[in-house]
């Protein structure tokens, strides 16, 4: 257990891409950052879920893989010398009468900020699992995986990949010139992902190298000593397949939980925190939300719309550290980078 006590600016709770973003801001206006992230790496989502997913709107870059952005975003935020508290939870923030805030995690860790910056993605998240006995049975071996870290994983296999969403969709054109043979499982024809992808899906459907397993649903598994070799699937009516597999990938999107963040008396709305767009202040004055945590009217959950909420949030922290100080807005151009 750590007793650190530590003192600064800006404390910044998660380590994504957005997290990221907000301490090269926060720098670029003379703001020292502590970040705390649950995960032992920065990235969030992007390193956790898809380091090698191509991520298609980030402007200036056609395409990036997750994890080539995170490098990315962490070397922009290096020359101002960020503290990480990776592993660690914050189970507990409060404001004091000075207006200052009190951080402590989970290992004992305390901060001592200015104001917080709450950048936790969705929360504390893990995979919706389809509801199949012996699934467990699988997921040690491989055979069942929820996320894709190395695209190279499945070559040669045959993967069944079941959903309807981005995850799914995008997925299936990631593998099917990696793997021997891709199979989608969906229960309808019609997909909820991006049109272009989905679009995409179709013509290599027609092209015989993606199959479409429609209308079916996941219904068992067959294998043995861990090891997978059929998923069943069935229709409404009770028709059955089985489908010679190594792998299963079922993306039925990730459970949110706020965790902590919920006793925290901020506003909340479901599992997101309500914000005044203009500055990203939640409903208590000095924290700020921003990225998919937050919410508040035409929310767009886009990471170029999270930096765009980072920059807000930064500004206003300031505002919100030094009021009687007047300032006056410079571009980077201008100022180039401080601390380089």
């Known amino acids: 257990m750590s007793d650190a006590s530590h003192s600064t600016d800006i404390a910044i709770i998660g380590a994504g891409p957005v997290g990221l973003f907000a301490v090269f801001e926060a720098g670029m206006l003379g703001l020292k950052s502590h970040v705390v992230d649950a995960l032992e790496m920065v ?7 898809y380091p090698e997913k191509p991520i298609f709107d980030i402007p200036a870059h056609p395409h990036i893989a997750g994890q080539d952005l995170i490098d990315q975003l962490a070397k922009q935020a290096e020359p101002f010398e960020p503290t990480y508290h990776l592993g660690q939870q914050v189970i507990k923030l409060e404001k004091r009468d000075d207006g200052r805030f009190t951080l402590e995690t989970n290992t004992g860790t305390v901060i001592d900020a200015g104001a917080v910056v709450i950048a936790a993605g969705c929360g504390a998240f893990g995979p919706n699992k389809p509801p199949m006995e012996g699934l467990e049975d699988y997921e040690g071996s491989g055979g069942v995986q929820y996320y894709v870290k190395r695209r190279a994983d499945f070559a040669g296999k045959k993967v069944v990949i079941a959903g309807g969403g981005d ?19 969906h229960r309808r024809p019609k997909f909820r992902a991006a049109p272009d992808s ?3 899906l179709q013509a ?4 015989g190298k993606i199959e479409m397993v429609i209308p079916y649903q996941l219904k068992g598994l067959k294998g043995e000593n ?9 229709t409404l009516k009770g028709e059955e397949l089985e489908l010679e597999a190594d792998h299963l990938l079922p993306f039925f999107g990730l459970a949110m939980e706020l965790g902590p963040i919920a006793d925290w008396g901020l506003n909340l709305d479901k599992n997101h925190i309500g914000v005044t767009q203009a500055t990203m202040q939640t409903s208590v004055p000095g924290i700020f939300a921003i990225g998919d945590i937050a919410t508040y009217e035409h929310k767009l959950k886009l990471i170029l719309s999270g930096f765009a909420e ?3 949030a930064i500004h206003a922290a300031r505002s ?3 009021p009687d100080k007047e300032f006056h807005f410079e571009y980077s151009t201008t100022t180039g980078v401080p601390n380089e």
Do not use: I, N, P
């Not at 995850?167 to 499982?185: Q, T, Y």
């Open 198 to 200: 989905s679009a995409k």
């Open 43 to 49: 990235g969030g989502q992007c390193s956790a879920l």
């Open 167 to 185: 995850s799914a969709v995008d997925w299936a054109l990631s593998l099917h010139d990696v793997a021997e043979k891709v199979m989608v499982v």
């Open 310 to 312: 980072g920059a807000s």
């Open 204 to 207: 290599l459907a027609e092209a």
């Open 226 to 234: 861990g090891q997978l070799s059929h998923v069943v699937v069935a």
């Open 320 to 322: 919100y550290l030094f």
